[in-house]
């Protein structure tokens, strides 16, 4: 089934997504047609969420009954789907995250109907007619994925959220048609209004009031008959008294003439802090808290966050984009600096106009003062808003207890670094403003994080204007500080004296570079320590010891690993999540913002013992494990196992360079070859080539120090021989020589062991060193000695090599087909689907070199579905380029594009943007050569962005030139 999405727009290239009704899109004028629900499902989460989501809960919302591996894949062939539709511009897709990217260039239906209510609020008639008219259906009607339950519910949420939005605009519009004398477009507007929720008295009550007002005195008496049906034949119940008063003033002929009638709009009052400062960002929080506000259950929702993530400012904003929910308004009530919970109904009442009882001159007893508060509050429609409330949480959530049942139409929305603890306490979890990931350049300041940072910044240095190594920096701040606020808020104003290089310079060196003395700063707020030792000395003995401990913890951790390391038990767990202090990922993993993290590891270097235990702890468990999966790495469960290994990257590093600093040698050699062959199986060549380079230096330092020994000479020549292979790849300047003979010279000395067949392995592979009969002969020792060793894996491995090497080195098909037909055979006994793909390479090799390209291109195209199912971009990489070079071989142009264009992808999870511009070049000119001008000129604008990207100047001086010649030649 295809979606098409037709708009006309005056900008040729604009992209046009509307989602209200079923969905349509169009780049420019021509309509886009997208194959497949999911991809129209990826964009619309996309487009209407206006975040960046990670691709593993991407994958699992929209493929949630396949395993990562595959729902990763899926997703990647949907990403090349809304590239090849959408062209380049729209889509952002990071190692880790996906986005759109917000513009001009890219219009949403329903991130405009939001922004005309932002910014009507109920008062500019022009927005708010804008954004019924854009309201052309329901979200997304019509459109259904069957078995994706988690996009269902968002998809319905929305949709309510939005029937919500639309109810309230219609509201709105009639007040504004009835108060200018516009009855016809009131009365059109309210049966609208009617329409959307027949179940709605509101809109009812309008009606009456309007019909009653143009002299209808029936009709408004019918409309009530309507209404009382409806609701006695759906619902089995009566309307509400304010409807009944209304039809018996209508009846009575107390209401008739619009001069006696009363206003349909209720007066209410707003009173919140007005924003001294633009508020930033917070989209998807805002969207997310109008829905539980707006639901019937949620009546105390706790906007829970470290201190600095900006809770206060999240609250105000979303009760004033909430206020005209509630008849009676909205109110304020700062508790920062109260010290006594005895006073907060006097607080609350201060903040409601409302006088309390006193006894004389003196104030009533606590009890009087609480009964009239609560007496008062009995009949309002009130959302009141708590701030700062966790140093008086027990205080707060007895008065809660109080309200709640004694007002039924109130709401509360509090702020704290702690749960209120509460059974109808709904906690909304804030971090920080989104920021740009790793190896991001470009649109960043669509990042609420960068915004933040730039508006600070040139509110303190007029005129700032940012060098692309200031922008870079930029970005390293917000990563560093997570898009914390107040973090930012406390870095940007140095620009007054430093350069955003050297900001960034100074906040990796010391945390409490994080300060101000700016007038008007709460004390808590002054500097990033004071509001962390805030929230440190809230916390009890036990908690500050298990705070400090999991420090120890890079890039998150499990719950099992948070007790067998830091002795964080699932109670001391829960204590720090509810405080703020530890969050819980929604896979389950638990992690400390950065800059709390380097505060905990401030405390527990207090005590050196205790940080020399749970470290050595840490670096024994990790280790371990990585030599314990060697078996399912291996095997069946290696999909399972490389993807826990990529989640526990950062405290494996860790890890590895603690055991090699302490000397732990036999937990280095035990875990080494798994690390290696991890490694290869994804994305991180390059890692590997720099961790063995280090780790070479260590153990050479230990060799010099403690003399020969057979377990550092084993771990030296595979650390060397393991650094020539990756540095092969990623490191192409790295000279082979010395460390094939080095490595060689020590393997020679070694028994007959794992290291020893390893090392004359990775030395065989594409040796420039050793001529083609030297390099089989190398690899076929290595082969006899993991077949002595008993060692199938290992033996399937050399297979494979062997073959490469009588392939490539000695150029003989016929005796290398054997070698990769028994490899794939040993790989697929062992359930290795990874080593099965890279046999199949080698039969794809065998077949082209043979002549028989058409079978090479369906072995390759076999392989590469495995590879892309594994996630692994440099086998992927690789296999494209084999069958680019069969398919041009074949005359088959449109799979050589195809090729190309896929490659572009994993290119950039590689980092090698320098190889990416190289292939937009080809394939600019492969379109142009095929007539497609406009293509050309994409692919080449894209290479030109690439090449200033990476600072290659004569790059994106040779694609300016190949575009004027472009334009040159469409011209002639």
Known sequence: ????????????????????????????????????????????YLAVTAQRHGREALAALLWPDYEAPQANAYLRHSL??????????????????????????????????????????????????????????????????????????????????????????????????????????ALDTARRWLAVDPLDEAPHRALMQLYAHAGQRGAALDQYESCRALLRDELGAEPEPATITLYEAIRSGSIGRREEAPALQVTHRVALPADSTPFVGREEELTQIERLLAGPDCRLLTIVGPGGTGKTRLAIQAARMHAAHFRHGVVFVSLAGEVSGDALPALLAKALQLPLPTEGRRPAPPGKERAHLLDHLRSRELLVTLDNAEHLKESVAALAQDLLPAAPRLRLLVTSRERLALPEEWAFEVRGLAYP?????????????????????????????????????????CQMLEGMPLGIELAAPWVRMLSCIEIAAEIERNLDFLTTSQRGTPERHRSLRAAFEHSWHLLGAREQEVLARLAVFRGGFTREAAEQIAGANLADLMALVDRSLVYREPNGRFGLHEVLHAYAAEKLSL??????????????????????VGEGLKGGEQQAVAALLEREMPNLQQAWHHALKAGDWARVRRALPNWVLFMEMGPRKRESAQAARVAIATVREALAREGPSVELEALLGFLLAAWRYHAMTVEPGEPPEPLIEESMALARQLPLCQEKGLILLLNGIHSPLLAPPEAVTLVRESLAIFEALGNPWAVAMAQIVLGDALMLGADDPAAARPFYEAARAGFHALSNRWGEAIGLVGLTLVARREGRHLEALELGRESLAVYRDLGNPWRVLGTLDLLTQIAAELGDRATVRSCLEESLEFLEQTESRSEATRRLSRLAAM??????????????????????????????????????????????
């Open 927 to 972: 379109v142009r050569a095929d007539g497609d001008i406009p293509a050309a000129r994409g692919y080449l604008e894209r290479a030109r962005t690439l090449c200033l990207q990476i600072g290659d100047a004569p790059g994106a001086d040779e694609a300016l030139r190949e575009l004027a010649a472009l334009e040159a030649s469409d011209v002639l």
């Open 437 to 477: 990931g790793p190896g991001r350049v470009a649109n960043l300041d669509s990042y609420p994080a960068v915004r933040l940072f730039l508006q600070v910044a040139r509110r303190n240095r007029v005129g700032l204007e940012l060098t692309p190594g200031d922008w870079l920096a930029v970005v390293r701040i």
């Open 80 to 185: 090349w789907e809304l590239r090849k539709a959408l062209g380049e511009g729209f889509l952002e897709a990071e190692r880790e995250a996906i986005a759109v990217i917000p513009g001009e260039g890219f219009w949403v239906d329903v991130i405009r109907f939001q922004q005309c209510i932002a910014a009507a609020g109920t008062s500019q008639l022009a927005q708010l007619e804008e954004a019924a008219a854009l309201y052309r259906g329901d979200f997304m009607a019509g459109f259904t994925l069957r078995d994706c339950p988690d996009f269902d519910d968002w998809q319905s949420l929305t949709a309510e959220a939005l029937r919500r939005q639309l109810q309230q605009v219609l509201a709105a519009l009639v007040r504004a048609y009835e108060a200018g004398g516009e009855r016809t477009r």
């Open 1 to 44: 089934m295809c979606y098409t999405l037709s708009m006309s727009d005056s900008h040729p290239r604009r992209l046009a997504a509307r989602f209200f009704g079923f969905p349509e899109v169009t780049l420019g004028d021509a309509p886009l047609r997208l194959e497949r629900h999911k991809t129209v499902a990826l964009l619309a």
């Open 607 to 628: 005590s050196p013992e205790a940080e020399q235990e749970v470290r050595s702890q840490h670096s024994a468990c990790y280790l371990e494990l990585l030599a314990e």
